[in-house]
């Protein structure tokens, strides 16, 4: 059974790019979470989604921006980076059943290095 | 707002010794909390989590945690450590319901030495 995937796994952008993320989440979750963790942090909310609808949201400005897809995998988008950018961005997914929700899995993460 | 402090930045023990990983968290209903662990460049592990029901949870890898509502605190416990239990560990808190947000503390860097 896969676990959480996420692609790339690293890669490194000039400050003003633009870049994409993306993630599978594990069979059978529909919910995905977004995360930075800058270096010697811990992990960072960014938003939420689920149903293809952004559903929470972190304090992170609208430079940070998502989509969840039919098959719940998703991608997160950020424009105009800046150095303070650079980070690992995790991705965890998980499943609601009856209203609770049942724990994350997480992804190994991309590490994003703005120069 | 919830949140999560874990007051140890860095913890070393000994090979065998036993060990106590310290979490306080604020929320103001019943939390959902968790352990996770991290080792370098990696993503996180789930440990053990508590939504309710019995306040000792056992883990993987031996570990166990205890949820004391009256001190607000999920401390992590593991009875003997072993030299692959190096990594960083987090202790996080969820709302209750669906659109569940976790909040993560700064993580306790846990060194072990022979």
């Known amino acids: 059974d896969a676990g959480v995937t996420q692609s790339p796994t690293h890669l490194i952008k000039t400050r003003g790019q633009q870049v994409t993320l993306r993630c599978s989440p594990k069979?059978?979750?529909?919910?995905v979470s977004w995360y930075q963790q800058a270096l010697g942090q811990g992990p960072q909310f960014i938003f939420q989604?689920?149903?293809?609808?952004?559903?929470q949201r972190g304090n992170f400005p609208d430079r940070f921006s998502g989509h969840q897809f039919p098959n719940y995998s998703s991608e997160l988008n950020v424009n105009a980076l800046l150095l303070g950018d650079s980070a690992l961005y995790l991705c965890?997914?998980?499943?609601?059943?009856?209203?609770?929700?049942?724990?994350?899995?997480f992804g190994s993460g991309t590490r994003l290095t703005v120069v | 707002a919830q949140s999560v402090t874990q007051p140890d930045i860095h913890i070393t023990v000994s090979e065998g010794a036993s060990l106590e990983l310290r979490c306080n968290y604020s929320?103001?209903?019943?939390?959902?909390l968790f352990w996770y662990v991290q080792s370098p460049g990696q993503g996180l592990q789930l440990l053990l989590k508590?939504?309710?029901?019995?306040?000792l949870v056992q883990g993987i890898k031996g570990f166990e945690a205890e949820f004391k509502r009256s001190q607000s605190s999920f401390n992590l416990r593991k009875p003997s450590v072993h030299w692959s239990d190096a990594a960083e560990y987090f202790c996080?808190?969820?709302?209750?319901?669906?659109?569940?947000?976790?909040?993560f503390g700064t993580g306790t860097k846990l060194q072990v030495i022979p």
């Open positions: 929320y103001g209903a019943t939390p959902y």
């Open positions: 069979s059978g979750h529909d919910t």
């Open positions: 996080a808190v969820g709302n209750s319901g669906g659109y569940q947000k976790v909040t």
């Open positions: 965890a997914s998980s499943f609601v059943q009856g209203g609770t929700n049942y724990g994350y899995t």
């Open positions: 508590y939504f309710s029901g019995d306040t």
């Open positions: 989604y689920y149903e293809e609808e952004e559903r």
